[in-house]
């Protein structure tokens, strides 16, 4: 059964980090690239960042960019986001996805709140 399991969130100042994970079972991990996106409350969903399988390649949106960092570790089989000098409009459930075997795949999210 495929899984993916998002951890990490919290409540943090402005200016503050977070590190959030994304646990994956049920698949041959690191053949599929992953993406972190976002949904603020009341609004769409907003892509963040992503990497390819092998983890050489990073992509980010201009939102975010210089302040997150995506990893992967293959062997854990577990996606990362750093999140740093996060702001008040980071406040979002954050979710790790994939396309597997031609299905979107989600976790159930995590809530990041950045507030004073």
């Known amino acids: 059964e495929v899984q993916l399991v998002e951890s990490g969130g919290g409540l943090v100042q402005p200016g503050g980090s977070l590190r959030l994970s994304c646990a994956a079972s049920?698949?041959?991990?690191?053949?599929?690239?992953m993406s972190w996106v976002r949904q603020a409350p009341g609004k769409g969903l907003e892509w963040v960042s992503a990497v390819n399988g092998i983890g050489g390649s990073f992509t980010y949106g201009d939102s975010v960019k210089g302040r997150f960092t995506i990893s992967r570790d293959n062997v854990k089989k577990t996606l990362y986001l750093q999140m740093d000098s996060l702001k008040p409009e980071d406040t979002a459930v954050y979710y790790c996805?994939?396309?597997?075997?031609?299905?979107?795949?989600w976790g159930q999210g995590t809530q990041v709140t950045v507030s004073s």
């Open positions: 996805k994939s396309i597997i075997v031609g299905i979107v795949r």
């Open positions: 049920g698949f041959n991990f690191e053949t599929y690239a």
